[in-house]
């Protein structure tokens, strides 16, 4: 078997958050080494022409040796080089000086920036004390190395309440002043996200349709969706189905080499193996025949069945249209084991 491009990400380091809207999930912790990196890498190698490895798939740049990763990461690609993606570690640029400007010297002009509104929303769904600080700190020192900050804001029932004043507070930092001095632009955009991982467990607290007068349309770059009961109605006599399978795969390989589609959150369901104990044949085999169980369930129980089962017709929760049809197919799957 062959693809035309293969991504792995492996879970070297982990992750110094625990935010409560991550729809990858919560990992715990784990200190693999270069040599672990390289085994990865070297699994997946032979199946594909364009091999691109990532030593991360949560919190980028989180290990101490950041620029030696980097360096291997190149090396171990194949006919491409790693991306940045505009993501860099908030928690390391309060903490290394010499960081942005390494990160600026790799090419890097814009930086992602999570908040969930002010500062006792941003700590809590971060889940660590200090974490608005330190975004804010983040925002200043990432202007005075001439990267702009991209804010993105979570919201939901809880956090709404936040929103005008948090852009009031971006104002009055004269963040969009202070990026164009920089020969940059600054932007700010509001979502709610998608409904699997942790974020699942928000799902009474996601926003209705009636919330939409609360955020100021210019900010959404991204439509907040239907609500539940139009989008029940549309599926419960939708006969189709999803294969998730495509030529260019993404695998996240979690600490314990447990391999994984990026497509949801990392749950048993979609293990299609492990690198210590199966073949890669086996596991790339499994994705490519959709041989777990949720990718099994995917291709064969119909949007009707999913709706059927796990949906709310009475619900003005908002959804974009694949998101729900994942919050489904996992709610779908909780109730199989």
């Known amino acids: 078997m062959k693809f035309s491009k293969i991504s792995v990400c492996l879970d070297m380091k982990g992750c110094p958050n625990r935010c409560k809207h991550c729809w990858i999930g ?23 022409d364009t091999l691109e490895v990532f030593s991360w798939f949560r919190e980028p740049d989180y290990s101490d040796d950041y620029q030696e990763l980097w360096e291997i990461e190149k090396k171990l690609c194949k006919n491409t080089l790693p991306k940045r993606f505009e993501l860099l570690s908030f928690y390391r640029i309060n903490r290394d000086p010499h960081y942005l ?3 600026y010297d790799l090419g890097v002009r814009k930086c992602q920036l999570t908040f969930f509104g002010l500062e006792k929303n941003t700590d809590y769904y971060v889940g660590r ?21 991209r804010y993105q804001v979570f919201v939901n029932k809880q956090s709404i309440s936040d929103i005008n004043n948090f852009i009031e507070l971006t104002k009055e930092m004269k963040l969009k002043e202070r990026c164009l001095d920089i020969g940059q632009e600054f932007t700010l955009f509001i979502h709610q996200g ?25 900010y959404l770059i991204f439509d907040l969706g239907k609500k539940e009961s139009d989008l029940y109605q549309e599926l419960i006599n939708d006969h189709s189905t999803r294969n998730i399978v495509n030529n260019e795969p993404v695998f996240y390989v979690t600490s314990d080499f447990s391999v994984y589609p990026n497509y949801t959150n990392i749950a048993k369901p979609w293990c299609l193996g492990n690198l210590k104990k199966d073949s890669i044949e086996q596991i790339l085999f499994n994705y490519q025949n959709n041989l777990s169980l949720a990718q099994n369930t995917s291709i064969n129980v119909p949007f009707s069945e999913l709706v059927k089962k796990s949906g709310n017709p009475n619900s003005r929760r908002l959804f974009d249209t694949d998101d729900y049809i994942i919050y489904l197919l996992n709610k779908y799957l909780k109730s199989l084991y």
Do not use: M
Not at 26 to 48: C, M
Not at 130 to 148: C, D, Q
């Open 194 to 218: 998608t409904c699997d991982g942790e974020n699942e467990l928000l799902y009474d607290i996601r926003i209705t349709d009636e919330d939409l007068k609360y955020i100021p349309s210019e």
């Open 129 to 149: 004390s200090g974490a608005f600080k330190e975004l804010i700190n983040a925002t200043n020192l990432l202007i005075e190395n001439k990267i702009a900050p």
């Open 26 to 48: 919560h990992l715990p912790n784990n200190n693999l080494q270069k040599e672990d990196l390289e085994f990865v890498a070297k699994s997946f190698a032979p199946y594909t």
């Open 101 to 103: 400007k390494w990160a």
